[in-house]
């Protein structure tokens, strides 16, 4: 009998057992199914339908800003990825077309100007949005920047290094440069560089073009597509190159996220009417920010005023320094780049000892990509 109930127990087990296993295989089935059915739908609503579409362009956008721009065929495919560059370029370029018309109004010195409450040179406060965290600085005195450049040739210069060595108050990074691959020395500028009233850099000549962000002599903010021979006859000080100008005359020029040039660490330069100037520098690509489109920075500026805006290098190239401190967090993982060229604040720039490092060289000759 004992033989018989343990006979029976066994069975029993065996068939519990089967039922388990059963039981388990069918819920590793149909998880494998559901999981397919899901990712097909995912598929399809990222690939056939307008919400999906705007994600994936969004994407893709975010890729072409950074060095690895190629990965954004696997999302829109290599010819739609050549198309959208190019559609972003001319819109830039067109972008700088439309002339000041002189919204920017600063008070002349003199005896006779009257006497109002001093401002401080420079206040700094965070900005923030759904995605993104930096900082907002203003400048009250447009006329205390400087277009500060490498002090040896054959590479770039850290900000935090021009601002320590110039004795700076402040540095911010400036335009852009030719950068192979993602992995130049940061030493060769693209386009114009002008410091103090004089062309430092330039490979466009006299009648060339050059989309410029830069300061004249009175303080006033030039951004847009100048001649490098008008940029002389308006008597700009400082400059340098990059783009897109996207605050015209206090019209914002992008019209939505959607057209905002991806997500992305951002440096950025505005004036309001008073003078002002103010920099935007978001961090991104980073767990405490992931970064801003152009459109985000547009409509912060906008909020304080900005009638002209343009953007500044961005990416890794983004840093601000303050008092010889970093203040926001540089998203590449070896931390500051080699720049040729960055914004710094002083409170006597006349007596900043900038040298023109380009002075003398072939340009023709620089090899960018050599350390």
Not at 182 to 189: R, S
Not at 329 to 340: D, I, N, Q, V
Request: proline letters at 4%; charged letters at 20%.
């Amino acid at each position: 009998m004992a033989v018989q109930q343990t006979t029976s127990q066994q069975s029993s087990r065996l068939a519990r057992v089967k039922r388990k296993r059963s039981a388990g295989m069918s819920f590793i089935v149909y998880g494998v199914l559901g999981f397919t059915l899901l990712s097909v739908m995912s598929l399809c609503w990222f690939f056939l339908t307008s919400s999906g579409s705007n994600v994936r362009l969004m994407m893709a956008d975010t890729l072409i800003t950074t060095q690895h721009r190629e990965w954004a065929k696997y999302l829109i495919g290599s010819t739609e990825l050549q198309k959208r560059v190019e559609a972003y370029w001319k819109q830039f370029d067109e972008m700088g077309d439309e002339k000041d018309k002189g919204f920017v109004e600063i008070e002349p010195n003199s005896p006779l100007t009257p006497v109002v409450a001093k401002k401080d040179l420079v206040t700094i406060e965070p900005i923030s949005g759904s995605n993104f965290k930096g900082q907002l600085v203003t400048i009250s005195d447009p006329k205390k920047l400087r277009i500060a450049v490498p002090e040896k040739a054959g590479k770039g210069e850290k900000v935090s290094s021009m601002v320590k060595r110039t004795g700076a108050i402040l540095g911010v990074n400036g335009g852009g440069f030719i950068d192979p691959n993602w992995e130049g020395n940061g030493f060769q500028p693209e386009g114009i560089v002008i410091s103090g009233g004089k062309i430092f850099y330039n490979d466009k000549g006299m009648n060339g073009t050059v989309q410029v962000v830069g300061i004249d002599k009175e303080g006033r903010m030039i951004a847009g597509k100048y001649k490098v021979s008008e940029l002389v006859e308006m008597g700009v000080q400082e400059a340098v190159s990059f783009s897109p100008r996207f605050i015209v005359n206090g019209v914002g020029q992008i019209k939505s996220q959607a057209d905002g040039w991806g997500i992305a660490p951002r440096t950025s330069m505005a004036q309001t009417k008073d003078g002002s100037i103010l920099f935007a520098i978001i961090d991104g690509r980073q767990k405490h920010s992931i970064g801003a489109t152009l459109y985000d920075v547009q409509q912060i500026f906008l909020e304080h005023g900005a009638v002209t805006a343009a953007n500044l290098d961005g990416g890794a190239s983004t840093v601000l320094v303050h008092k010889n401190e970093i203040i926001n967090k540089p998203s590449s993982e070896y931390g500051e780049r080699y720049l040729p060229t960055a914004w710094l604040l002083f409170d006597h720039p006349e007596t900043a000892n900038i040298k023109n490092v380009w002075e003398g060289l072939d340009i023709r000759k620089i090899d960018p990509s050599k350390w």
